[in-house]
Nanobody, 119 residues
Framework: QQRLVESGGGLVQAGDSLSLSCTGS????????MAWFRQVPGKAREFVAGFRRNDRGPSYADAVKGRFTISRDSARIAVYLHMNALKPEDTASYYC????????????WGQGTQVTISS
C-alpha cells in the first residue's frame, strides 16, 4: 500500500518547539511536491506549508509564517515541519500530503499526527 506516514506529534506548552516527520511507505515520493496540512474537529483541513511547483521553494500559511519551516532531506525521502513558538491555536491533527509534479491535487495523504499545545 502506497501511503505517507507522519510522526513527531505530541503535547507541548505554548512557546515550545516541535518537529514533525513524514516518509513514504510502499513507494518513494522524491519526485512529488510535499506539503503539510492541519485540521481541527468541525473545521476544514487547511494548508500549513508546502513546496511550490518546479522547485520554486516553500510557501506558508500566514498563520505560521515566521514560526514554521518545511524542509526535506537531500535524498528527498523525508519531509519535515519544524514548528517554533507554538501557540494553543496550533493545536490540530497534522497531515502530510504529496502532489505529483505538475499536478493540481494532493493525491497521497498520511493518517495524521496530533499536536496539542497547552497554554
Amino acid at each position: 500500500q502506497q501511503r505517507l506516514v507522519e510522526s513527531g506529534g505530541g503535547l507541548v506548552q505554548a512557546g515550545d518547539s516541535l518537529s514533525l516527520s513524514c516518509t513514504g511507505s510502499g513507494r518513494t515520493f522524491n519526485s512529488y511536491d510535499m506539503a503539510w496540512f492541519r485540521q481541527v474537529p468541525g473545521k476544514a483541513r487547511e494548508f500549513v506549508a508546502g513546496f511550490r511547483r518546479n522547485d520554486r521553494g516553500p510557501s506558508y500559511a500566514d498563520a505560521v509564517k515566521g514560526r514554521f519551516t518545511i524542509s526535506r532531506d537531500s535524498a528527498r525521502i523525508a519531509v519535515y515541519l519544524h514548528m517554533n513558538a507554538l501557540k494553543p491555536e496550533d493545536t490540530a491533527s497534522y497531515y502530510c500530503a504529496a502532489r505529483a509534479s505538475g499536478g493540481s491535487e494532493y493525491i497521497y495523504w498520511g493518517q495524521g499526527t496530533q499536536v496539542t499545545i497547552s497554554s
